[in-house]
Structure formats: structure tokens, C-alpha cells
């Protein structure tokens, strides 16, 4: 992101720019107060030679027409006029809680349970949206804003498509990470490339937000590609051991190389992943380490190398006592490498069905 071209105090026409909270290759994004109506926007600020102001200001109409809890509305659009030349301004809602990658932990993944239901949320506001007959068309974790009750709101539809009947348009543009591989090959989106990206967001939020990025750059973006065509994208391999079968196939389903095979809608995707009963979840403390959550349960697990194989030690403390003890059942010594993995996904697992 480059550095920021305004300043703190700056006015443009009656937004106040009170502090720089994103932007990238399109521009900035500032918490602005409107003189106006005394209240605080979030604003775009959208460089004219990026692109046509027309594309720009067609971002505006289509998020002004939007009104639903799990989509982001836009309140006001025009170019000013700066020292430096003309801009595009998008006031919408501001949300103080950000992106969902604000909520991520030292390991960068959320929560299980939080990022399944920031999932549906936006499951729910791409119902509304292709019932709007529109394809967002870059779903990603960052253009999910957690809102004030902790639910996931879609935004930024700098590259949405309107369609209607839903019928196959062309792109825009594309975030390359989340191209569907019929994007690649005609150029199309539909509603099933939405499903698509919506798939490898969840993915990325419970793996890991740069898993998908690091991958691309390790195998280079041809290779990358045949992944997504040959319906190898995510890898099995990729996913953390507290992972469970159905969520796994939920993804999976999700992206899908044939779009025939994805879920038909996002009812079907939200349904699908409502029906998911979550005990408990993993995330990660301050050092990294790993930190089960279960009712009133938290959980934690060791594990050394010997002469004589591997140690593994799990453990449970109970909130209202504070007591720790060793769960000996998931416990284990003189252990493989193998068998070492088989015990802390067991481990992680049974906290995430609630079996301890």
C-alpha cells in the first residue's frame, strides 16, 4: 500500500478525514466525520487516473441500491476536486470493528466457530445480493467487515457485475487468488464463481490467511492454476489437524473445478454449513501455542522427542476450578512421527465435537 496522499484534518467536500484505515493499488479508505449530519463514514477515496470515473462511480450506485444487515450501504459519491487533481469520494457506513484479518489470532486463523458464522452472514448477503441480480465477484477475507454485533458485512463492490436473470457476464476484473478456474478459462462469472470465492475465504480463515498466497508463490502461478482446474485447490495437506470432515467437505464443495458440482446457490452453502454442530474450537495465544476452547473447559497439549520416540501430553483445565490435569487417554509415549500426528488430531478433534 502506498503512502497515504491526504492528512488527518483534511476536508473534502463535507467529510473531515480523521485517520487512514486502508486503502491499496485504488486508492485510501479514512474514518472521516460528516460535517453535515455530525456523524462518522468510512470513505473511499479513489484515484481518478486509476481508472474511468464512470467504473468508479459504478461502485457507488450499485452499493447505494443495497439495503440488507450483511452488505455494506453507500451514502453519498462524487469527484472532488484537490490540489492534486480530481478524486472519487464513496462515503458508506463505518464499521470500528474492521476487516475480518483484524480478527485474526498470532497465528493468522479465526476461530472456528467465528469464522463459520461470519461465513454465513455473508452467505446471507450474497443470497440478497444475486437475488438483486448482482455477482459481488471478490469475496475475500478482507472485504468482510465485522459489524457491531460481530457479524460479517460484505463490501467493495469496485469490480460487482450486474446480471440479470443471473446469466454468465464477464469480469470486470479478478483477484487472482480466488479466480474460479471457468474465469480463467472464458473469462465469465456467475453466481457459482461467488460460491467459489466464498469457499477459499473460509478456507483461509481457518487455515491460515496466507496459506492460498504462499502456496502461488512457492509453486508459481501456471502450476497454481492447474491446482484450481485439476479441483486440487485447497490440498488436503493444507488444512490444520482441528479441522473436521464436515466442514472439510463444505469447502471442498465449495470449490469444486466443475461449478456443476459446487453448491447451486448460497442458501444451499449457508444450509450446509448451519447444520455443522461445533463443541468447542483451537486458536492460538500470544507465543503461538496452540489453545483449545470447550464450555467451561480449556485445553492445551506437550509434546517432546527422546531416544525412545515422541511424548505426547494433553491437558484440561476447568474454568470455575482452575485446576489442570492430564487427559491420559489422549496422552501417549514412545511414540512415531506418525502416530505422534494421529494423537494431537484426535486430541484436537474430540475438543472440537465436544468428546472430552
Not at 202 to 229: H, M, P, Y
Request: net charge neutral.
Amino acid at each position: 500500500m502506498s503512502a497515504p496522499k491526504f492528512n488527518a484534518g483534511d476536508q473534502l467536500y463535507k467529510y473531515q478525514l480523521q485517520h487512514n484505515i486502508g486503502g491499496g493499488y485504488f486508492g485510501e479508505v479514512w474514518l472521516a466525520h460528516d460535517l453535515t449530519l455530525a456523524r462518522d463514514v468510512a470513505i473511499k477515496i479513489l484515484d481518478e487516473s486509476m481508472a474511468p470515473v464512470a467504473e468508479h462511480l459504478n461502485e457507488a450506485k450499485v452499493g447505494n441500491r443495497l439495503e440488507h444487515a450483511n452488505v455494506i450501504h453507500v451514502h453519498y459519491a462524487d469527484v472532488v476536486t484537490t490540489p492534486s487533481g480530481n478524486v472519487v469520494v464513496i462515503a458508506m457506513d463505518y464499521h470500528p470493528g474492521g476487516s475480518a484479518t483484524t480478527q485474526l489470532n498470532p497465528s493468522n486463523f479465526m476461530p472456528m466457530t467465528e469464522a463459520i458464522r461470519i461465513t454465513i452472514d455473508i452467505l446471507r448477503g450474497l443470497e440478497y445480493l444475486h437475488e438483486s441480480g448482482l455477482f459481488h465477484n471478490d469475496v475475500k477475507p478482507s472485504n468482510i467487515l465485522v459489524g457491531p454485533r460481530g457479524e460479517g458485512i460484505l463490501t467493495d463492490y469496485g469490480i460487482s457485475c450486474a446480471s440479470p436473470g443471473l446469466k454468465p457476464a464477464k469480469a470486470p476484473n479478478a483477484y487472482v487468488l480466488h479466480k474460479a478456474p471457468e474465469t480463467i478459462a472464458t473469462g465469465n462469472i456467475t453466481l457459482s464463481t461467488d460460491i467459489y470465492q466464498v469457499g477459499l475465504t473460509l478456507f483461509r480463515l481457518l487455515n491460515g490467511i496466507g496459506t492460498i498466497r504462499d502456496l502461488r508463490s512457492s509453486v508459481g502461478n501456471a502450476k497454481f492454476e492447474e491446482l484450481k482446474a485439476k479441483g486440487k485447490l485447497p490440498r488436503k495437506q493444507d488444512y490444520l489437524p482441528f479441522i473436521p470432515p464436515s466442514v472439510a467437505r463444505v469447502i471442498a464443495k465449495a470449490t469444486k473445478a466443475d461449478p456443476a458440482d459446487r453448491f447451486q446457490s448460497a442458501l444451499d452453502m449457508r444450509r450446509a454449513l448451519e447444520a455443522i454442530a461445533l463443541a468447542g474450537y483451537w486458536t492460538t495465544d500470544a507465543t503461538g501455542d496452540y489453545l483449545g476452547v470447550s464450555g467451561n473447559q480449556t485445553f492445551r497439549f506437550s509434546q517432546e522427542k527422546s531416544n525412545h520416540g515422541y511424548k505426547f501430553d494433553a491437558f484440561r483445565t476447568r474454568l470455575e476450578s482452575g485446576n489442570e490435569t492430564r487427559v491420559a487417554k489422549m496422552s501417549g509415549s514412545k511414540l512415531t512421527s506418525e502416530e505422534l500426528k494421529k494423537h494431537m488430531k484426535s486430541f484436537m478433534l474430540s475438543v472440537v465435537n465436544g468428546e472430552l
